[in-house]
């Protein structure tokens, strides 16, 4: 049996999360050919488990379980056990989800799932705790469970891993799911998500409550289009009351991952990168739609966070994660405070104020250590300095000191880990709400490190031969490299980045770069057949083999939890369409939303990002291009970027530079005639559906039509366009 002192087969894995149990007396193994061909050698059921480096309960269980000499025994004896990390790979990740999911009704991490030798799933759940325990049986007593039904029932064992089989194959099978598309689905997500609002506390649904970052989206759009003040509530509403909570972190900015009550106090205090980027161009999108000066402060410190902690600072890149505890005992010590480590680091007064705004108490929120309490922010600066008789300024004053003096006591604590690992789709999710923030907030540092950001992603990640990989850099570079392919949300979401960087910089070369990525996403995932987009490629066709039940093939249309890789990568088509008047983009994103047409709606905020998607779609794509250069251009494009709808983008391109050349073909079709016909005065033209109006040079002038389109603009009969391409 393998021992603490003789590591694993994960001591050669380049996942952090894979490493980190190289000690483990299990003898485990990667996902690999060598892994399944020894349990059909040795015909023995297969141990599946999935977590990862900032998963709580998978530290909990490793602790609990994997660590134990007794239960290692067990397992090493009866099964071959493999580990997955499912952020490195989310194809294997999602389809043992729906399987467990089928057998237990459960799904999350820890996944622990039970395999025949060939792959097929038969049994599962998430954690299992060591002895009888929260209405669930030992993980010793499934152990011996499984391996006896496996020795004694075999026949029974193969049936079910059939049945849970056909369940995988069918969650994704949209038969009798498509349609004609219809922009009505876009108000059927909208009434989903207004039903689903809870008026208290913000936010959809009770507890635990998750952000959902691309519903606030759909709702922002949609107020900023209709003035809607029912939506306009909603989404302030949700919005302050999540960053005044303690699901954000108070002193360093971010936010954690979700809230386990539905007050937004208690949070999990894992940080991922992309719940960040996108809750990031919620803030960013709430700023431009109300001028909420508080929404632009929280879009400025999510960023001073990544900056901080997420980020290559010298080569470009944002890092995965950061760990919720520093070690197996810890829950989120790292993020509370007592009410003594408060006033051993404050002066007197500042305790004061930073207890009352914090709630700080000798009484705590945390179970594990009651003393210990979560940041949240209870009461004002003008309500405390009404209590304690002062000044508002000096109040302010006072809870500033007392924020940074906390924030570096608490950096001198243990530190959750941070994943250094750069996954492609993730990062170019960062990359494109830095540009978005950049640009509405005037932020030139991190516009530049957003396109140093994306340089790495296209010289380390890109490879024209063989197209995108999932991983840009790995946290531990110790590890023996052996990237997965990249997967369709990577593929979609580098394709946006690629777009967003061309208007914000007015360079061709990224919109070249969005168009070839884009075009390899077609060619490897779309369904020529039916429509939509497959999550990956075969498996036989990019050199991976195909193991276990990763042949059934998937086309995601739900959230959860990035937004879903089908509607990405419609919008994607869609803003490709807008600058090369290619057609035939426009014709597969509309197959893509043809393929779920039938039951989009059914299913409400989870399909946000579809709804997204459908406004692209229904709406005219429409460019504002400011032509010149000094402080005119600046003021047109700032009254620009300043409103906010889905399908709007803005450019500031130099006079000298409105060539055709210079240009993507849409644009070169129209805009060097209006600049050579204004002789090199500042103006800003608008373009829509491929046709321009008349060039203004008055900022006021412009955000007068802009406003006025917006709320002008309605959504055209689908059958229209359906007309217009077929005939």
Known sequence: MTTTANPNSLSRASSSYLR????????????SEEAFATARRENKPILLDIGAVWCHWCHVMDRESYDSPEIAQIVNEHFVAVKVDRDERPDIDSRYQVAV??????????LTAFLTPDGKPFYGGTYFPPDDHYGRPSFKRVLLSISAA??????????????????????????GRGGDFSPAVIDAIVEAALKMFDPRNGGFGQAPKFPHPSALDLLIDQYARSGNEQLRDVLVTTLEKMARGGVYDQLAGGFHR?????????????????????????????????????????????????????????????????????????????????????????????????CLHYDINEIGEM????????????????????????????????LESAKKKMYTARQRRPTPYVDKTMYTGWNAMCVSAYLEAAEALRLDDARHFALRSLDRILSQGWQPDRGLSHVIAYSESRGEIR??????????FVANACIDAYEATGDLSYFRFGKTIGDSMVQRFLDATDGGFFDTELRA???????????????????????????????????????????????????????????????????????????????PHTQ????????????????????????????????????????PPALAETIPNLAAAKHGKTVAVICSNFACQPPIADPNELKAVLSGATKAAQLPDPRQSRNKKTG
Request: net charge negative; charged share 25%; glycine share 6%.
């Open 20 to 31: 980190s149990a190289m000690h483990q007396p299990v003898q485990w193994r990667e996902w």
């Open 101 to 110: 999911q089928a057998v237990s009704g459960q799904g999350g991490w820890p």
């Open 150 to 175: 496996y020795r004694d029932k075999n026949a029974d064992v193969v049936a079910q891993a059939r049945m849970v089989e056909s369940a995988i194959a069918q969650a994704d099978s949209f038969a």
């Open 258 to 354: 979700y809230s386990v009550d539905e007050r937004w106090v208690v949070p999990h205090f894992e940080k991922m990168c992309y719940d960040n980027s996108e809750l990031l161009k919620n803030y960013v999108h709430a700023y431009q739609a109300t001028g909420s000066r508080f929404f632009a402060g929280v879009a400025r410190d999510i960023i001073r966070w990544m900056d901080e902690w997420l980020s290559d600072r010298e080569r470009g890149g944002f890092y995965a994660s950061q760990d919720a505890d520093y070690s197996m005992e810890d829950d989120g010590d790292y993020f509370t405070w007592t009410l003594d480590e408060t006033r051993a680091v404050l002066s007197e007064t500042e305790a004061e104020v930073a």
């Open 367 to 398: 179970h594990h250590n009651p003393a210990k309490n979560v940041l949240y922010q209870r009461a004002s600066i003008e309500e405390i300095a009404v209590r304690i008789k002062s000044k508002v300024d000096d109040v302010q004053g006072l």
């Open 483 to 492: 990237n997965a392919p990249g997967m369709l949300d990577d593929y979609a």
């Open 541 to 619: 066709e990019c050199g991976q083999p195909v193991l276990g039940v990763l042949a059934t093939r998937r086309k995601p249309f739900q959230d959860s939890p990035t937004p879903a890789g089908n509607p990405v990568a419609a919008i994607a088509l869609l803003r490709l369409y807008s600058y090369s008047s290619d057609t035939s983009y426009r014709e597969k994103a509309e197959r893509t939303l043809e393929v779920l047409a039938g039951v989009a709606g059914q299913f409400g905020i989870f399909a946000a990002t579809y709804g997204v998607a459908a406004t692209y779609y229904s709406q």
């Open 624 to 663: 504002v291009v400011v032509l010149g250069e000094g402080n005119l251009a600046d003021e047109l494009y700032a009254a620009a970027i300043n409103s906010f709808q889905f399908g709007c983008a803005v450019l500031k391109i130099a006079s000298q530079e409105a060539v055709p050349e210079n240009l």
